[in-house]
């Protein structure tokens, strides 16, 4: 992918996750903290009893993490089939006998394409993603 593209893409990446991080993750984290540290005051319950309740602390977040992590796989995968279409195509116009400028139009055209069109997603993919994450129980 052109690097000017991936630089887009990468930055309208790195903003939708830095949103969700503060908006979403964050408080998460907080709440991990808080009830794990509330695990560790009581004292009259054995090693295990607080490794588990720790444990239990630390699953609304791991379960965030890993839908954010499964979200942005996908996003990648389909852009990323999108690109591969692109270089199929430029592959079959060189194979037909145009010449390199022509081929490097239609791909720089081609990724330029399917980089708007995902972009064009992100939106959505941040709703479901924030959709997903209010769901989740604390």
Not at 12 to 32: C, F, N, P, T, Y
Not at 34 to 58: D, F, K, L, T, Y
Not at 71 to 82: A, G, K, N, T, V
């Amino acid at each position: 992918m052109a690097e000017a593209q991936q630089a887009r893409v990468q930055k309208a990446v790195e903003d939708m996750v830095q949103s969700l991080e503060r908006d979403h993750i964050r408080k998460m984290q907080g709440r991990m903290f808080h009830c794990s540290a509330e695990c560790c005051e009581r004292p009259g319950e054995s090693m295990n009893q607080v490794h588990q309740c720790i444990e239990r602390c630390h699953t609304p977040l791991a379960k965030a993490q890993g839908l954010v992590t499964s979200e942005l796989e996908q996003f990648q995968d389909r852009l990323s089939r999108c690109t591969m279409h692109c270089s199929d195509k430029a592959k079959d116009l060189f194979d037909s006998g145009a010449k390199e400028p022509a081929v490097r139009a239609l791909m720089d055209s081609c990724v330029g394409s399917c980089v708007d069109e995902h972009l064009n997603l992100l939106p959505s993919v941040t709703r479901r993603l924030k959709d997903s994450l209010n769901s989740i129980p604390q």
